[in-house]
């Protein structure tokens, strides 16, 4: 059965950097894109980045310029850099398997993905 682990969580200053790592187990990564997601309470989960197999990163405005979204296919990991970070970054993070080897026009669609994590929580004081 595939498994993912996220951690680097954890209590950070406003503009401050934290790196977030995701290790799978039950599959390879190789062959799909993978997605990072974030939920903060009270709000539905919202796609912070995904990356295809061959590296391209996709990110939504909020994250961009601030956040890095990297692989290691031989480790089966993927991270997520984030730095200047801000309070509105605060949330659960979780990743997940794409289905496809691309990020589609439709990248942040949740039923894009399977494998979810349990999550890592970033909190980003003011």
């Known amino acids: 059965q595939s498994q993912a682990v996220e951690s680097g969580g954890g209590l950070v200053e406003a503009g401050g950097s934290l790196r977030l790592s995701c290790s799978y187990s039950?599959?390879?990564?190789?062959?799909?894109?993978m997605g990072w997601f974030r939920q903060a309470p009270g709000k539905e989960r919202e796609g912070v980045s995904c990356?295809?197999?061959?590296?391209?990163?996709y990110y939504p405005d909020s994250v961009t310029g601030r956040f890095t979204v990297s692989r290691d296919d031989a480790k089966n990991t993927q991270y997520l850099q984030m730095n200047s970070l801000k309070p509105e970054d605060t949330a659960m993070y979780y990743c997940?398997?794409?289905?496809?080897?691309?990020?589609?026009?439709?990248?942040?669609?949740?039923?894009?993905?399977?494998?979810w994590g349990q999550g890592t929580q970033v909190t980003v004081s003011s």
């Open positions: 039950g599959l390879t990564i190789e062959n799909y894109a």
């Open positions: 997940a398997t794409g289905q496809v080897a691309a990020c589609t026009q439709s990248w942040a669609n949740l039923a894009r993905y399977n494998a």
């Open positions: 990356i295809n197999t061959v590296g391209k990163p």
